[in-house]
């Protein structure tokens, strides 16, 4: 067998084993899901179904503004475990691992997922989670809840995607080269 085929093999066998069927790869700090793919992280199912940017949102306490960018992301929480189970607040990471929490002073928000989310067996809760960050790609650190020894954590990519006049659903700004 020839050099350039051998390597081909091992190429194509890792390459195998770093994706599935459920929209998910592995990374280096565990399963990494395609947004608008389910992602599991212990009883808790996540998707990511829609990412926006505004500058403002409109709150019970009168117009928030962002001190850099609010990114909106509407997503869909399922339990699929046997026991009611308290939703924590989630964490995005930019490209330098950096993680920031989401905002927790939003009431008020349309469809704000708020800060006390509990939910029953086989149930699925939907809105809103905000982040005060600037534009860019980051990965949505989603978490088990429950006992913290036994926290199971999912990344999901949120690309940078800008829509606007003109760019309807424009298309996701690909990872700074050398990644």
Known sequence: MSYMRILTVITVAALAGCSSQDGGSTSGGGKVYLMGSPAVAGPLTYTVL?????DNMETVDGVATAKQHFLVMEVSITNGGPEDAGVPLL??????????????KMSGAPSWLGLMRAIKPL?????????DVPMA???LKVISGGDPEKEVEALIDVPLRLEGPGMPGADAVPPAAGR
């Open 50 to 54: 829609h990412s926006s940017w505004t």
């Open 137 to 139: 790609n980051y990965k």
């Open 123 to 131: 149930e699925t809760m939907s809105g809103k989670i905000i982040f």
């Open 91 to 104: 964490f995005l990471v930019d490209e330098k691992g950096k993680e920031t929490m989401e905002e927790q």
